[in-house]
């Protein structure tokens, strides 16, 4: 009968230490999955504002087209020493293709931006960031070419509207 009651008592302790453990890989469970959401909802929220700026900047262009005052669009991207020089983009760009001008012309993969621009038969139309050279590609988007893919795709797509690659 002792024997017996120890052995109840082993494995009541077994199942109550089981039960325990349940429970503390339950919490980490479910504080796992709050802290998920809570980075979901952080990230909704970003790219809620992302996309609200981009809509923005749509609306701000579109006013701007129809009141004849697009050449007013300046890029965002200007750098700093841009705007202390009084660059505005289409400097930039007219920069770019000076500097393509200077640049070797050994070079079949690179166009000039005012070629891009006007279009390149066998450049994808997609694509045709990548047809700069890495110092007209800096000129123009006022970023470098790992920069730009690093940001997201539609805001890529932006600056690419903005430069007239797109």
Do not use: C, H, P
């Amino acid at each position: 009968a002792e024997e017996a009651k120890l052995a109840e008592e082993a494995k009541a302790a077994k199942e109550a230490k089981l039960a325990e453990e349940a429970k503390a890989t339950e919490e980490s469970r479910l504080q796992k999955e709050a802290k998920n959401n809570a980075n979901n909802i952080n990230e909704a929220d970003e790219d809620r504002k992302d996309k609200k700026a981009w809509i923005e900047e749509g609306q701000r262009a579109a006013e701007l087209k129809e009141n004849g005052a697009i050449s007013e669009l300046v890029d965002d991207t200007e750098t700093k020493e841009s705007k202390e020089n009084g660059q505005t983009n289409g400097n930039q760009m007219e920069q770019a293709d000076d500097n393509k001008k200077k640049s070797s012309s050994k070079s079949l993969n690179y166009f000039s931006y005012e070629e891009l621009k006007k279009g390149v038969d066998g450049v994808d139309v997609t694509k045709k960031e990548q047809a700069l050279s890495d110092d007209d590609f800096k000129t123009v988007f006022g970023m470098t070419k790992d920069e730009f893919r690093s940001l997201r795709k539609w805001r890529q797509v932006l600056a690419k509207k903005k430069v007239r690659l797109f």
